[in-house]
Nanobody
Framework: QVQLVESGGGLVQPGGSLRLSCAGS????????MGWYRQAPGKQRELVAT???????TYADSVKGRFTISGDSALYAIDLQMNSLKPEDTAVYYC?????????????WGQGTQVTVSS
């Protein structure tokens, strides 16, 4: 019913930049929170950044100052600008959407896009 599609992943050298995009479609009629999460091999999925319908943003400490989330969650379209990338940023990055005031478990996930930071 709700589909999220990520794009923009790829291979980049340390210190480089990538911009990820997420577009949602389907029946979404409530205010929502959208965000980016990532999962590295052998690790649990973790928060990267979120954005509310009001434009308020949150970031994981590990990406503050390097990553910027933007877009309009009301239009189901967000981006993640990633600068000064490090090898430890290597992961599958997932777009997520949930209704405002509901837990992450009730939301929707995209299929993920691979980001690899390596020389």
């Amino acid at each position: 019913q709700v589909q999220l599609v990520e794009s923009g992943g790829g291979l980049v050298q340390p210190g480089g930049s990538l911009r990820l995009s997420c577009a949602g479609s389907g029946s979404i009629f409530r205010p929502n929170v959208m965000g980016w999460y990532r999962q590295a091999p052998g690790k649990q999925r973790e928060l990267v950044a979120t954005i509310t319908p009001h434009g308020a943003t949150t970031y994981a400490d590990s990406v503050k100052g390097r990553f910027t989330i933007s877009g309009d969650s009301a239009l189901y379209a967000i981006d993640l600008q990633m600068n000064s990338l490090k090898p430890e940023d290597t992961a599958v990055y997932y777009c997520h959407l949930r209704f405002l005031g509901t837990p992450i478990e009730s939301g929707y996930w995209g299929q993920g896009t691979q980001v690899t930071v390596s020389s």
